[in-house]
């Protein structure tokens, strides 16, 4: 059974004064419009905006870090707060950027792809934005003042854990009222299997979040109980690292990709203007990649030991199914979707911006899965150097490319106006070359045991100076992609081409409203019945699908 919320009447100021006629106007207004906001759309561009900032924070840290492993003898930062300066690093880039960008995308999208006139728990998410947006600026704050994991004052590391808690409740909230929304916001006629691609993995995206945060939240109060009181437990300010480092790496980071996927399989059913074939594979293996959401729930780094061959096969077994479980079936299941792309891209699909960064996104996020499969075989000895950090950035980096190109395909429908191929498209190549050039080197390096989170590392053979060079030159790169997005959106969105209600000849239901969405999203209850509600409407360009 399947629901369409009304319009939440009343909720913030987007409506208009009844006694006046007049909409409130002036910078306080508009300031006090988005706070108060109950509108799906502006929640999801406030998480969207906050990220990418967040980035180019982080990918200056990238470099700064890049150049100080080419010397550690000539640092610029102390040696003793290196543990605090990687923490910041990694969690901001994981639950700073990643998580927020992707929740932001899919608030922002899936109510107009359900049909429905707006999100279930408006208020909630919007109390989900500025919790992780609080909390995220506490970390940051916390950190700089000495604390955080290895932090030397008591107090900002205490700080730390109740900020970073509180923004874990934050993006929890908002996952919540996303799965909410589709499980039962859905237009009449649209079941399960009807659900659009994107949502699916939504759906996907945001339950695998909801069951793994809040462990994550109570990992975060027991470090606060120990810190607080004995340190003899957890391992005080120092164990916070590696008591965290499960839910910021991979295989639980895979998770954070899930929505780059469902993303790929929309872009190309548009792009070739036909029903994608194999629509249930697309699905199960979206699921299937979310299956990296055990590892954050168990909060469980399963690999395969260096003696596997002399074991019992009863104790073989017990590494061998986690060992599948947590690395090979995320992998598996991005295999599948890539599979289902392939046969829906023998169909000849238009090469539109939004399908070239959905599929180099999609191709670097199952690089890092690969990556990540090697480096839990023991055999590989590669635990404990770079090479965990570099399947950790193809995937953060990917899944960011790819959402940047859900930015390029939906911003039309949210502010009307569209970005030109021709401008926007080096942007795409930009950064997949910037993900490979912040990613590959440690691979390579990971092999010659160039350890991890440190910049102080035994010389090996190779030129470690070229390697660590590159990374910072691939943060860079990425830095300079994000700027240039930033300002080429700004300008698109503002001053842009006008775009059409339907620019991309789209099959799902966001594209049978106008251009800019209004505030309710629909002015009719639209009944569907197929997957691809518009594409019924299209009769000549159906015929012969799938």
């Known amino acids: 059974m399947t629901t369409i919320d009304p319009h939440v009447t009343g909720a913030g100021v987007d409506h208009v004064d009844t006694h006046s006629g007049e909409r409130a106007d002036g910078l306080l207004a508009s300031v006090a419009d988005w706070i108060t906001t109950t ?14 900032l967040l980035l180019l924070g982080v990918a200056a840290l990238g470099v700064l870090l890049g150049i100080e492993r080419i010397d550690a003898t000539d640092a610029m930062l102390d040696a003793g707060a290196m543990p605090q300066v990687f923490s910041l690093y990694r969690l901001v880039l994981t639950f700073g950027v990643v998580v927020p960008f992707g929740l932001g995308l899919a608030l922002m999208i899936v109510p107009l792809q359900l049909g429905a006139r707006s999100l279930a728990f408006p208020r909630l998410a919007s109390a989900g934005f500025w919790a992780w947006l609080f909390g995220t600026g506490m970390v940051i704050g916390s950190i700089i003042a000495n604390g955080g994991p290895g932090g030397g004052d008591e107090h900002m590391v205490q700080l730390f854990l109740v900020s970073m808690a ?58 606060f109980v120990d810190h607080r009181n004995g340190r003899s437990t957890f391992g005080g300010n120092v164990g916070i690292a590696e008591w965290l480092r499960v839910s910021a790496s991979l295989p639980a980071t895979a998770l954070y990709a899930v929505p780059v996927f469902g ?3 929309e872009t190309v059913a548009t792009a070739t203007r036909k029903r994608l074939p194999m629509r249930g594979a697309g699905l199960i293996g979206i699921g299937l990649v979310g299956t990296a959401l055990f590892a954050g729930v168990a909060q469980v780094d399963a690999g395969l030991s260096r003696d596997l061959v002399d074991m019992q096969f009863g104790d073989a077994l017990r590494e061998i199914v986690p060992y599948a479980v947590l690395n090979l079936l995320p992998l598996l299941g991005g295999v599948v979707v890539l599979l289902v792309f392939l046969l829906a891209a023998a169909g000849r699909p238009r090469i539109q ?11 670097m996020v199952l690089v ?30 990917g899944t960011v490319i790819a959402l940047l190109g859900g930015v390029v395909y939906w911003g039309p429908k949210i502010w009307g106006r569209s970005i030109a191929d021709k401008k926007v498209l080096p942007l795409a190549l930009l950064g997949v070359l910037a993900t490979i050039l912040a990613s590959l080197p440690y691979y390579i390096a990971g092999f010659a045991d160039q350890a991890g989170n440190t910049v102080a590392y035994p010389d090996y053979s190779g030129p470690s100076e070229l390697w660590n060079t590159l990374v910072a030159v691939g943060h860079g790169l990425m830095a300079l992609t994000v700027l240039a997005f930033i300002g080429l959106a700004l300008q698109s969105f503002t001053k842009g081409e006008r775009a059409g209600d339907d620019p991309w000849d789209g099959q799902t239901l966001e594209w049978a409203t106008s251009s800019p969405a209004p505030a309710d999203n ?10 691809e509600p518009l594409l019924d409407l299209k009769p000549a360009r159906s015929e012969g699908a799938a």
């Open 263 to 265: 993303l790929l399989l």
């Open 353 to 363: 911006s939004p399908l070239l960064f959905s599929f180099f996104g999609a191709g």
């Open 166 to 223: 509180l923004a874990v409740v934050g993006l929890t909230a908002a996952a919540g009222s996303i799965a909410v929304s589709v499980l039962t916001t859905r237009a009449p006629g649209m079941n399960m299997r009807r659900v659009p691609l994107f949502s699916w993995s939504a759906l996907v995206y945001a339950l695998g979040l909801v069951l793994a945060l809040p462990v994550l939240f109570g990992v975060l109060v027991l470090l």
């Open 522 to 531: 629909f002015v009719d209850v639209h009944v569907i019945s197929s997957a």
């Open 368 to 397: 890092g899965l690969v990556g990540n499969a090697i480096y839990h075989v023991g055999d590989a000895q590669l635990a404990g150097t770079v090479f965990e950090e570099g399947t950790w950035i193809y995937v953060s980096y």
């Open 39 to 52: 509108d799906h759309k502006k929640i999801g561009r406030l998480f969207i905006g906050s990220s990418l």
